[in-house]
């Protein structure tokens, strides 16, 4: 049986060395993208307990919202705007301590505390975005982002 870890136990990158070949095991075989981006979304709030975890896709030139688990949220959200919509323009990940501090940020909810956005790129080009909340400021460090980096990558082959 695969090793599991609930929230809250073991460190976070603990959780993440566990999570990542939880959800490579989720995908292999499952060709539809929605619903290897939903199960994506459900496995990182569940193992973390994150207020929002979700996916914004590329379409037609603006992020529309994909599969995510949460609070309902922006629907569109254009290139250059806002946590999402910048680090799609930048191509990086942006990690934001502190979302009152991030000029320009999209309140989705007033509960949002801190954030970090991580782009999905296939042969060069941005194609999606996976968008993670926190209701704690500060809850996201540079272990989330390499973790879920790597998750974006593995998630790319699905474009």
Not at 64 to 84: H, N, S
Not at 102 to 130: D, N, R
Request: net charge negative; with cysteine; proline share 3%.
């Amino acid at each position: 049986m695969a090793e599991s870890l609930l929230f809250g136990e073991g460190t976070r990158e603990d959780q993440y060395k566990v999570l990542i070949p939880q959800i490579k095991a989720l995908i292999d075989g499952e060709p539809d993208l929605v619903a290897n981006l939903a199960n994506s979304a459900a496995a990182l709030r569940q193992t973390f307990d994150f207020f929002w975890v979700g996916f914004y896709l590329v379409k037609n030139d603006e992020l529309v919202l994909g599969p995510f688990q949460g609070d309902i949220a922006c629907t569109r959200i254009q290139k250059g705007k806002g946590v999402c919509g910048s680090s799609w323009d930048q191509k990086q990940t942006l990690l934001v301590p502190d979302v009152d501090l991030f000029e320009g940020h999209i309140a989705c909810s007033a509960l949002s505390q801190s954030e970090i956005v991580v782009p999905i790129v296939k042969a060069s080009t941005v194609v999606a975005v996976l968008d993670i909340d926190s209701a704690v400021k500060n809850d996201f460090s540079q272990t989330d982002q390499q973790y879920l980096e790597e998750l974006a990558l593995i998630l790319s082959e699905l474009f």
